[in-house]
């Protein structure tokens, strides 16, 4: 039985071997079987919530008023979601308490100078579908003057998620996933307790290695720095700092390099502004000085000043950030201002063209030097309790000076006499100049003018 089934299996194989095609050539192997890639792993991305719930607040402007700040804050909440532009996006409004509903803003503050103001959309109470012709990140804006309301909404369908940095909540490794993984919007978004930094995101890409979250930690110190030397801390609810956060976008406007208006600070991609916001450690001056004009109060700030005061609170920063040597130093503006001060009293004009910004500035340095941070700490505090608030150049220029006076508790004549302190008229600069005399105060004793750092 063994050799029969061995001889079975030759003629088998014989047979196999032999076998024509019907071309009479040789039969053709088969195939082999194509290799299958494994499975592509899946990425979890940790983008927002489709779920907001959103409590009232008072509006950027009733803010800039009880700060007697010249502009607005963001008075907006990030909700982590693009729009495309003609898409339907379905979102539920559920009102939690009360009954006044938030709007929905979408677009970015001078993102695009095509696009400058994002398009405001009503909401009502339900299912919402809302449609925006030319599309951006989504934002909520929720106010009124005595805030109580809070509304739930749930992001349905129609809107994209972006790469959304939360700090506390999204880690570094997270970032990267999101900045490689989602391609499908242009935008990016990171948000820390007091900032809002929003870019592209091809610039995302290339900066993505770098420390959010240190970006993101040193804007919001930044900001606590220029709360703090505006007399914002305290028991006194006045003298709380804003509530709400600050943006800095990225801009396409080639006519700026960076700037502030309100709800926002802006930064070119086309001028070079915007690298100043993409990394921690180019976070300086720049962005100091936007944020700055954020924190300017009107009361004693005039249309000189436009661009000196702003520097009280870049300079706090400097200070704060052990950064040495200061600016005014290693710019050699000390000895401008030498030069200025040493002119004849008729050419000293602190408003005039022979003062330049940077002279002015020296100026309220030499009082910081001399009275130390809490000098700007009280200022900035009588000008948020003052009830009627100067809006003309000499009515800001005598609350000044006359504020100097009272808050230092020095007759700082002769010092605003130097300087070329000049109101409009003769007759308007020698009125302040015996209004400080009668506050009976006694003169600094050492010359102000020859302070410097």
Not at 89 to 114: C, D, F, H, N
Not at 210 to 230: C, G
Request: charged share 15%; hydrophobic share 40%; glycine share 6%.
């Amino acid at each position: 039985m063994k050799k029969i089934f061995l001889f079975a299996m030759m003629v088998i194989i014989v047979l196999t071997a032999c076998k024509k095609n019907n071309d009479g050539g040789n039969v053709t192997p088969p195939p082999p079987v194509p290799s299958v890639p494994p499975p592509l792993a899946s990425v979890t991305l940790k983008t927002a919530d489709s779920i907001l719930i959103v409590n009232e607040t008072v509006s950027g402007t009733k803010e800039a008023t009880r700060l007697a700040q010249n502009m607005p804050a963001s008075d907006f909440y990030t909700t982590g979601f693009y729009l495309p532009a003609s898409t339907v996006l379905t979102i539920e409004v559920t009102a939690e308490i009360g009954t006044r509903l938030p709007t929905l803003l979408v677009g970015t503050y001078s993102r695009y100078q095509a696009n400058w103001n994002p398009t405001s959309h009503t909401l009502t109470t339900g299912i919402n579908s809302i449609t925006d012709a030319i599309g951006g990140i989504i934002y909520v804006r929720f106010h009124n003057d005595n805030p109580t309301d809070r509304v739930r909404l749930k992001f349905v369908s129609g809107m994209r998620p972006i790469p959304y940095y939360q700090l506390g909540r999204t880690t570094q490794a997270d970032w990267v996933k999101m900045v490689d993984n989602i391609n499908n919007v242009p935008d990016v978004q990171l948000v820390g307790n007091k900032t809002i930094i929003t870019f592209s995101l091809a610039n995302a890409k290339t900066y993505k290695n770098e420390s959010q979250e240190a970006l993101i930690k040193k804007a919001d110190r930044v900001i606590a720095i220029e709360d703090s030397i505006s007399g914002l801390f305290g028991n006194d609810p006045i003298d709380q700092p804003n509530v709400h956060k600050y943006l800095m976008t990225e801009t396409d406007h080639p006519g700026y390099f960076m700037a502030a208006t309100f709800y926002r600070t802006f930064y070119s991609s086309v001028t070079g502004g915007i690298p100043s916001i993409l990394k921690a450690d180019n976070f300086s001056w720049g962005p100091w000085h936007e944020l700055g004009h954020m924190h300017q109060q009107g009361s004693w700030t005039w249309s000189e000043l436009g661009e000196v005061t702003v520097n009280i609170y870049s300079i706090a920063v400097e200070k704060a950030l052990g950064i040495t040597p200061t600016r005014l130093t290693s710019q050699n503006e000390w000895n401008n201002t030498i030069t200025y001060l040493a002119r004849p009293e008729s050419e000293r004009n602190f408003n005039g063209s022979n003062a330049s910004v940077w002279t002015r500035l020296c100026m309220f340095q030499q009082l910081k030097l001399a009275f130390s941070d809490s000098f700007y700490h009280e200022l900035h505090r009588q000008a948020r309790r003052e009830t009627v608030r100067p809006t003309t150049t000499d009515t800001k220029m005598r609350w000044f000076m006359l504020k100097a006076c009272s808050i230092s508790g020095k007759n700082l004549t002769s010092f605003f006499q130097k300087w070329g302190m000049k109101l409009s008229t003769q007759v308007a600069t020698d009125a302040v100049f015996i209004e400080m005399a009668a506050l009976g105060l006694p003169s600094p004793s050492q010359d102000l003018i020859l302070l410097s750092d």
